[in-house]
């Protein structure tokens, strides 16, 4: 997957460039809280209840401030990007004890293949891993930097 | 409409079975360890699996743990007129106002059906 196709998963409603919440659950809990408000979700504390227990199973907060949050299921009926950041940073358990500041939660219908996520998965944290992009995610602050930052 | 309690009690146990197989699964973790991610608290997923389980009448539990065997999806959302495992076309009653709500069977392929 090219860098500029990761740019269809991106919508701008589903970004949230100042995240309120100080804790990682309840950074979870204000996507998953827009998403049922973007009327994307029906059932908020069903997905919260299973994004907890793939949290439980290892955390997903990589290390270098950014995270991503996944998992699939059967409540889920169309692949779902939501992009968040948090300029201050939260707690997000990472593998390097640093601070998180974005956040990329991909939710996937449980009826399809793992492969649908895990090549969006791959492509994003390979973006990541660039220092300089890496970088301009965490100051990014409106939709049309995002997008020209994934490639569009 | 927030899922009925039955449903999604069930949905939860087949989301978190799924967690669990994947990251059994040789390849699947093997890709995600590949990506940076340790799946190192696998007995605390099958813990709030148990604890899952027990919330789901025995009978139910048993049609589930049938089904999975044959399945990898043992209850899925009606679309149309389809139950979504064998595509085969379900009957009137099974939209009927009093079906609706309950948890239905195909009477194709056995899967345990809900009208989302």
Known sequence: METSKLVPFFQEKLCLFHLRSRKKMSVLQEMVRHLAEQKLISDGHFIMEMLKNRESLGSTGLGNGVAFPHGRSLAIKKLIVLFARSAGGIDFDSLDGKPTKIFFLILAPSDKGAEVYLALLSQLIGLVQKPAELKKLTEVTDYKSLIELLGG | ?116
């Not at chain 2, 799924?18 to 990506?35: C, F, G, N, P, Q």
Request: a positive charge.
């Open chain 2, 1 to 116: 409409m927030p899922l009925k309690e039955a449903h999604r009690l069930l949905i939860a146990l087949q989301d978190l079975d799924i967690m669990i197989k994947e990251a059994k699964d040789k390849s699947t973790s093997k890709e995600l360890e590949s990506l940076g991610f340790k799946l190192t608290g696998l007995e605390e997923l099958q813990d709030a699996r148990s604890k899952l389980a027990k919330k789901i009448s025995p009978t139910v539990l048993q049609r589930y743990k049938k089904l999975t065997g044959r399945y990898t999806m043992a209850i899925l959302p009606v679309t149309g007129d389809l139950c979504l495992g064998c595509f085969v076309k379900l009957p009137t009653s099974f939209f009927s106002s009093i079906n609706r709500d309950l948890l239905q069977t195909c009477e194709n392929c056995g899967r345990l059906l809900y009208i989302p």
